[in-house]
């Protein structure tokens, strides 16, 4: 993680302050110059997760926006946004008047066709009776054989009929169904089970097909999608850890896997698209809010760990590195006292460059240096003049951890308080 040059100004008024007495100052003038106070830490061997941070962006399962099918007046709204809806719940209901005067001609239609059907079909059966007595005749000469042949075409035509007939009951029977689904679509009803998001519509709003009354989701469970690419692919697969964290859970991290992963890259940014699926029984995710997303995908190889507030590029060369203090000077030191919190030295300190081999989010491994080092944490702006002693003060790796979450507004509070302290006021709220 990088930090900003504010960060380590901020952090080394503060610990100028916190760490300075009016004895190290008189001591300091005694020596005719300016011994600067610095925190170190010990440096271990080990190895760091290898992660890759990403940005989420939330959605609820099956989050849909609801548009109408008809155009129509809104005449009720029976839901609120947030409430809970299930499948097939009523949302809207929309002006009915005219859905229900189609629907009652088109039942008036198929009850005609389906007397025209019932018409025809008595036609038919009156020539094929008579055709039958005239063919009968015909046998014993008694009819001739035209009579035969136009009774015989007569039959034909009303069969035709009877075909034709049909078929328009069929398309009344369409039309039938066309103005009950039409009618049907005069009440809105929720897709799924889940909640209500933002209502877009009042009552007595005119809506089209185009107008969207209302987006639904289930929140119970969220999706999460996040952008790889072609790069991280290479490195990156579904199943492995991922933590899910926001400045909106305060200290909590959600960790699950990496759900699916899209095997399509987009031609012009050359990135695919992964999805996170997760349950959200707290409700801490909600649709639409941007989550920060690391990816674990192994292990760096063993290395010297220093945090990353130690790195400090030497304004002077360009050269990025780290400030080693004298171990030899400070003979009182004991790094087994958890409780160390005294200010001792002065001692040499020296700027090391280091290799960054493998960086986490508060932890980086280096080579250049090595384990058991008391690396400079906060201070090196200080050091960066080119003074080579400076009195330190060891602290637990707990501690710069803690430091190196702090936001620039926590680090402002907290010299304005210790500035309060020095003068006896109290500070400002």
Same mark, same amino acid.
């Given at each position: 993680m990088k ?12 610990i100028l ?8 100052e ?23 997760p ?11 399962r ?38 229900r005067?189609r629907?009652?001609q088109?039942?008036?239609?198929l ?5 025209? *059907?019932?018409q025809?079909?008595?036609n038919v ?10 063919e009968?005749?015909s046998v014993?000469?008694l ?6 042949e ?5 039959v ?21 169904e ?8 005069t009440?809105?009803?929720?897709p ?10 009042? *009552? ?24 790889l ?5 290479s ?6 850890? *991922? ?34 699926e997760l ?9 639409g809010?941007?989550v ?13 760990l220093v945090?990353?507030?130690?790195l400090f590029?030497?304004?002077n060369?360009?050269r990025?590195?780290?400030? *080693?203090?004298?171990?030899?000077g ?11 919190s005294?200010?001792?030295?002065p001692?040499?300190v ?9 960086q ?6 280096v ?9 400079v944490?906060?201070?090196q ?7 080579e002693?400076?009195?330190v ?10 430091l ?5 507004r ?5 010299i304005?308080?210790k ?11």
């Amino acid at each position: 993680m990088k930090y900003s040059i504010l960060f380590l100004l901020l952090t080394s008024f503060f610990i100028l302050f916190s760490c300075s007495s009016d004895e190290a100052e008189e001591e300091n003038r005694g020596r005719g110059g300016y011994t600067p106070t610095v925190e170190v830490i010990e440096t271990v061997i080990g190895s760091l997760p290898l992660e890759e941070r990403l940005t989420g962006v939330v959605r609820a399962r099956s989050q849909s926006d609801i548009y109408p099918e008809i155009t129509a007046p809104v005449r009720e709204i029976m839901v609120s946004s947030g409430e809970q809806v299930t499948q097939g719940q009523p949302l809207v209901r929309l002006r009915d008047n005219e859905a229900r005067e189609r629907l009652i001609q088109a039942e008036a239609g198929l009850r005609i066709s389906d007397a025209q *059907v019932r018409q025809a079909e008595a036609n038919v059966q009156r020539l094929q009776a008579r055709l039958s007595r005239v063919e009968a005749l015909s046998v014993r000469n008694l009819e001739s054989e035209l009579d035969v042949e136009q009774l015989q075409a007569e039959v034909e035509s009303a069969k035709a009929a009877l075909e034709l007939t049909k078929a328009q009951r069929s398309q009344a029977e369409s039309i039938l169904e066309e103005r009950k689904t039409e009618l049907g679509n005069t009440i809105i009803k929720s897709p799924i089970d889940g909640y209500v998001g933002t209502r877009a519509v009042e *009552v007595g709003q005119l809506v089209t097909p185009s107008t969207r009354i209302f987006e639904v989701g289930d929140t119970r469970r969220m999706h999460i999608r996040i952008s790889l690419t072609e790069r991280m692919l290479s490195y990156i697969a579904t199943g492995q850890t *991922v933590n899910i964290s926001s400045a909106a859970f305060g200290g909590e991290v959600i960790q699950t896997e990496l759900t699916r992963i899209s095997p399509f890259l987009n031609p012009v940014t050359n990135s695919t698209e992964a999805e996170i699926e997760l349950d959200n029984p707290d409700g801490l995710l909600r649709s639409g809010m941007f989550v920060t997303v690391d990816v674990l995908y192994g292990e760096s190889d063993q290395a010297v760990l220093v945090p990353n507030n130690s790195l400090f590029t030497n304004p002077n060369d360009g050269r990025r590195g780290v400030y *080693v203090a004298d171990r030899g000077g400070l003979s009182e030191i004991d790094l087994g006292d958890e409780s160390r919190s005294s200010i001792i030295g002065p001692t040499g300190v020296d700027f090391v460059p280091v290799n960054v081999i493998a960086q986490g989010r508060e932890v980086s491994g280096v080579t250049g240096i090595e384990a058991g080092d008391l690396v400079v944490t906060i201070g090196q702006n200080l050091l960066a003049s080119g003074r080579e002693e400076a009195r330190v003060r060891v602290i637990a790796w707990e501690r710069i951890l803690e430091l190196q979450q702090l936001q620039n507004r926590d680090l402002l509070d907290m010299i304005r308080q210790k500035l309060a302290e020095q003068n006896g006021t109290m500070p400002d709220a």
